[in-house]
């Protein structure tokens, strides 16, 4: 049987240090978020735990350091929500160029980290979103 090629082989890609940074916090902040799974899903055990459970697990996670891992977990999500479109654009075949993947590695940025403000607002200040 023949040898085949490797396909894609990595000679075929040009990857530069921001490509390469921003596609690796992308993986991270995917397992950043599938890491906050867990205190999501403690708190759906504990609702269905009953009142008592829930009140322990309420009480646990309005800890302070709670609201560090809440800020952490929406930062993560809104890079990982960003950074997902970005590569669905590339997906389109557009903004591969070096400049164009530069300029919109600062956008991704920029972008998540507005969002991740809007949501910490919209979640820990009171009133932020009453009608």
């Known amino acids: 049987m023949p040898q085949r090629p490797l396909s894609p082989h990595l000679s075929v890609y ?28 403690y708190w759906l055990m504990a609702v269905a735990g009953g009142s008592h459970a829930y009140a322990r697990a309420s009480a646990v996670l309005s800890l302070g350091i709670f609201k560090l891992v809440y800020m952490g977990l929406l930062l993560a999500f809104s890079y990982h929500l960003v950074a997902g479109i970005r590569h669905l654009i ?3 075949g557009r903004g591969l160029e070096r400049q164009q993947a530069k300029r ?7 972008v998540s980290l507005v969002l991740m403000l809007l949501f910490v607002y919209w979640a820990f200040c009171p009133g932020a979103h009453r009608s």
Do not use: K, P
Not at 17 to 40: C, E, H, P, Q, W
Not at 104 to 110: D, E, F, L, M, Y
């Open 14 to 41: 040009q990857m530069y240090r921001y490509t390469l940074f921003t596609s690796f916090l992308n993986r991270a902040t995917g397992v950043l978020l599938s890491i906050g799974l867990l205190v999501f899903v």
């Open 90 to 92: 590339w997906d389109t």
């Open 104 to 110: 919109s590695a600062w956008i991704v940025g920029v």
